[in-house]
């Protein structure tokens, strides 16, 4: 990951429900933690826009999306396990356990 990379994500959600309010609150703590300055969060509300979660191939809410840097990332659910996140988003580099 370059230190100046921009991020650019999408997170789908359906109304003020507890799991999209959990979402926005974590990615947005991570985002703050490991991205500080370099990143767009764009939310996107299906019940308002559901044509843009057909073009992004949403199936289930609340979904994350990174955008840029490529390749395309979907992340599924209220993101509270942060360390699936931030490999999942290629943040953090996959630690493999040795034993």
């Known amino acids: 990951m370059s230190k100046q990379e921009k991020w650019e994500l999408r997170l789908y959600v359906a109304g003020q429900t507890a799991n999209s309010i959990l979402a926005l609150k974590n990615i947005t ?3 703050k933690q490991h991205l ?20 992004d ?3 289930a809410i609340p979904t994350l999306v ?9 992340i599924i659910g ?8 931030l490999v999942g988003l290629n ?5 493999e356990k040795l034993f």
Do not use: H, M, T, W
């Open 29 to 31: 703590k991570y985002c």
């Open 36 to 55: 500080e300055g370099r990143y767009v969060i764009e939310v996107i509300d299906i019940l308002k826009n559901p044509q843009l979660a057909e073009g």
């Open 57 to 59: 191939q949403i199936f």
């Open 66 to 74: 990174r955008k840029v840097p490529e390749p395309l990332r979907k």
């Open 78 to 85: 209220d993101l509270s396990n942060e360390d699936k996140v």
């Open 91 to 95: 943040i953090r580099p996959v630690i």
